[in-house]
């Protein structure tokens, strides 16, 4: 059974920190890209960070550049998302994303239920 479960969200004022997890099972995590996307109220769900399976490459939206850090360990088969210098407009639900695409075109994909983040004073 596989299960994406993202901890770590909260209420945090404007220039805090936050540091979500999501803890993986029932695939082999160090095989996916895992992503973390968020979603605010009436807006797209958008891709904050993506992590490749090693770790080694990292990439960020535009607006959390240089405040947000995504890292991974595959021995605990968890990701990561260190969020610096919050800002109101960081405020939205984060999702949990593993993606596998193989040669053929099947392609594994999951999300995880989310965990909400609100940055307000």
């Known amino acids: 059974q596989v299960q994406l479960v993202e901890s770590g969200g909260g209420l945090v004022q404007p220039g805090g920190s936050l540091r979500l997890s999501c803890a993986a099972s029932g695939f082999t995590f160090s095989s996916y890209v895992m992503s973390w996307y968020r979603q605010a109220p009436g807006k797209e769900r958008e891709l904050v960070a993506a992590i490749t399976s090693t770790g080694i490459s990292t990439n960020y939206a535009r607006s959390v550049k240089g405040r947000f850090t995504i890292s991974r360990d595959n021995a605990k088969n968890t990701v990561y998302l260190q969020m610096n210098s919050l800002k109101p407009e960081d405020t939205a639900v984060y999702y949990c994303?593993?993606?596998?695409?193989?040669?053929?075109?099947?392609?594994?994909?999951?999300w995880g239920q989310g965990t909400q983040v609100t940055v307000s004073s």
């Open positions: 994303n593993a993606d596998l695409r193989l040669v053929g075109g099947t392609r594994y994909n999951y």
